[in-house]
Structures are given as C-alpha cells and as structure tokens.
C-alpha cells in the first residue's frame, strides 16, 4: 500500500481544519449525521436512521482509525477555521490500492446549512493535493455522483474530474439502484518509486 499512516494528520486550506475522526468527536459527529439525515441519504448510501446511535458512531470511529492504520481508507471530518468546534461534513478516500493500480475513492458531504458556500470543493481540493503530494503518491482518485446532483458535478469539475462514463444500477440510494456518472482526476505529477 503506499500510504505510510502518520501519527497526527490534519489539512488546512483556507476556510477549513480535515482531520480524521477521534473519539472525542463522537458527539459532534452524531449531531451531525443525525441532523442531516435526510439530506445526506438523499444523495449518498448511508445507514438507515434507527441505526443511528452514539454506539454506531463509536464503532465508525474506531473502524475508520484501523483501516488507516492498515492503509485502506481515510475520512476526514470538515470543521471551519473561524468555528473549530463546527463539523460541517467530510472527505472520504476509501478502496486505496498500490501496485500496478496507486488509485482511490473519494466521496464526500456537506451539511445541507453549509453547501453551495464552497466548502466542498476547498475541502476536496485539499484532500486531492495531500493524496497526489510525493508522501502518499496516488495515481488517480475516482469519484460517482448521481447524474442529477448538479452541485456535486460542479464540486468534482472544479477540482479536475474528468467524466469517464455512466454506471447503470451502480449504487443502492433511496430504495433503488441508481445510475452514477464515473469521474476521475488522474495526478500528472506522480512518480514511480
């Protein structure tokens, strides 16, 4: 796997604090989730509202912290500079491959009281430069998105995507197998080694 997992991680861009999630975060990561339910499952497979609970969050957590140590995935929660304590949404990289691959997922979410103010694409644009940066090295990132998701097409073209195709039935979102548009943004300066 070529991502080695440093002891602290955290990205800054302008606006925004990314860093993967702690326990201490559990509560604030649970409003968070809870508050943007329906906005979030609109768009995005997520758990079902029942199974929403402090434990759950606990859980995710503590399964996230192992799967970076095992090189896997990262999920960087999204907090404002001027309001540290605010989550606002997240980065997720996920289905990270070496080899002859060096290629990840992204997906990411915003809280519905903070899109279309630009935090997405800074947030995502931070992540894209730590995972193309020498230390991590990915050759490409690809990302779905649901063909009506018009705010999100826009978030992934500024920072680079590339439309690759459409994916019939590709993902379970809202009760049924939805078509996703296949993006990718491919790191011009990777090197091998």
Not at 45 to 51: E, M
Not at 56 to 74: F, K
Not at 159 to 175: H, K, N, P, Q, T
Request: hydrophobic share 45%; charged share 20%; glycine share 6%.
């Amino acid at each position: 796997m070529p991502i080695v997992a440093p002891r602290r991680l955290s990205l800054h861009s302008e606006r925004l604090l990314l860093a993967p999630g702690e326990l201490t975060d559990a509560i604030e990561i649970y409003e968070l989730m809870l508050s943007n339910h329906a906005y979030f499952s609109y768009w995005n497979p997520v758990i079902d509202r029942s199974s929403l609970s402090a434990e759950y969050v606990l859980q995710l957590i503590e399964s996230e912290r192992l799967a970076w140590e095992r090189g896997e995935s990262l999920r960087f929660w999204i907090r404002l500079r001027q309001a540290p304590s605010t989550l606002i949404g997240w980065v997720k990289i996920d289905a990270l491959t070496g080899g002859a691959f060096h290629s990840g997922r992204v997906g990411y979410a915003i809280a519905q009281a903070h899109h279309r103010q630009g935090y997405m694409k800074e947030a995502l644009a931070a992540a894209k430069r730590w995972v193309f940066a020498p230390q991590v090295n990915l050759h490409r990132l690809q990302a779905s998105v649901l063909p009506e998701n018009l705010a999100s097409l826009s978030v992934l073209r500024g920072c680079g995507f590339e439309d690759i195709g459409l994916a019939s039935a590709y993902l379970w979102v809202r009760g049924a197998w939805r078509d996703h548009f296949i993006t990718q943004c491919i790191n011009t300066d990777w090197r091998h080694g």
